[in-house]
Nanobody, 116 residues
Framework: VQLQASGGGLVQAGGSLRLSCEASVSILRIYNMGWYRQAPGKERELVAVIAAGGIANYADSAKGRFTISRDSAKNTVYLQMNSLEPEDTGVYYC???????????WGQGTQFTVSS
């Protein structure tokens, strides 16, 4: 499984950005897809995950500002981020888990910076 993430860059605080991640496999029946963030000097953390049935879960820091969605026809998961804060800066990785008992596959990460 290969994951190609895109959408990083530089954005001002309060702005918006959308990340995309295309999988090399059909995501129609995968267990879940997600986005993780690794901020400078910090551990990697889960930002949002969306299950096969469309149910999404978010880190507290992302609730109300970020929306994860997917397009099964394009095998792509998105992360729409609004009201961005400098604390959102980091490398964002997308993941796919094929089944509950499988580990995550990881994309290469996409970097963005929120300037204050």
């Amino acid at each position: 499984v290969q994951l190609q993430a895109s959408g990083g860059g530089l954005v001002q605080a309060g702005g918006s950005l959308r990340l995309s991640c295309e999988a090399s496999v059909s995501i129609l029946r995968i267990y879940n897809m997600g986005w993780y963030r690794q901020a400078p000097g910090k551990e990697r953390e889960l930002v949002a995950v969306i299950a096969a049935g469309g149910i999404a879960n978010y880190a507290d820091s992302a609730k109300g500002r970020f929306t994860i969605s997917r397009d099964s026809a394009k095998n792509t998961v998105y992360l729409q981020m609004n009201s961005l804060e400098p604390e959102d800066t980091g490398v964002y990785y997308c993941t796919v888990r094929l089944s509950r008992t499988n580990p995550n596959y990881w994309g290469q990460g996409t970097q963005f910076t929120v300037s204050s």
